[in-house]
C-alpha cells in the first residue's frame, strides 16, 4: 500500500498551499491520516492527525491556527490546507495512515503506510 502526497511548491511567507493525500485499494476513511514533516537537518515531527471520523483532529502548537487538516471521503482523500506560511515550515511533508481509527501518539511507529513525501519551500 502506498499513499500519494501531493501539492507542495515554493512559495513566499504569508502564502498558502494545500496538501493532498491520496490512496489507491486503500480506503483512507477507515484509518487515521496523520502529515509528518522534515525539515533539513531535523528529525522527522508529526504535524497534524484527523480521526476516521473526520471531527477529531489533532495539531502540534506551531502549526495551530494556520493548518486544517480535513477529510474528502468522496475522493477519498485527505486534505493539510496550510495557511499564513513562513520559513519554519519548509520541509518534506508526508502523510501516513495508521491501523487505528483514532490518532495515536505522535511517532512514526504507530503508522503503517506512508506516502513519499512532497517538499514544500517557504521564502522569507
Known amino acids: 500500500v502506498q499513499l500519494q502526497a501531493s501539492g507542495g511548491g515554493l512559495v513566499q511567507a504569508g502564502g498558502s498551499l494545500r496538501l493532498s493525500c491520496a490512496a489507491s485499494?486503500?480506503?483512507?476513511?477507515?484509518?487515521?491520516i496523520a502529515w509528518f514533516r522534515q525539515a533539513p537537518e531535523k528529525e522527522r515531527e508529526g504535524v497534524a492527525c484527523?480521526?476516521?471520523?473526520?471531527?477529531?483532529?489533532l495539531y502540534t502548537d506551531s502549526v495551530k491556527g494556520r493548518f486544517t487538516l480535513y477529510r474528502d471521503n468522496s475522493r477519498n482523500a485527505v486534505y493539510l490546507q496550510m495557511n499564513s506560511l513562513g520559513p519554519e515550515d519548509t520541509a518534506v511533508y508526508y502523510c501516513?495512515?495508521?491501523?487505528?481509527?483514532?490518532?495515536?501518539?505522535?511517532?512514526?511507529?504507530?503508522?503503517?503506510?506512508w506516502g513519499k513525501g512532497t517538499l514544500v519551500t517557504v521564502s522569507s
Open positions: 484527523i480521526y476516521t471520523g473526520g471531527g477529531n483532529r
Open positions: 485499494e486503500f480506503r483512507l476513511d477507515s484509518h487515521a
Open positions: 501516513a495512515a495508521s491501523q487505528y481509527s483514532d490518532c495515536p501518539p505522535s511517532s512514526e511507529s504507530f503508522y503503517n503506510y
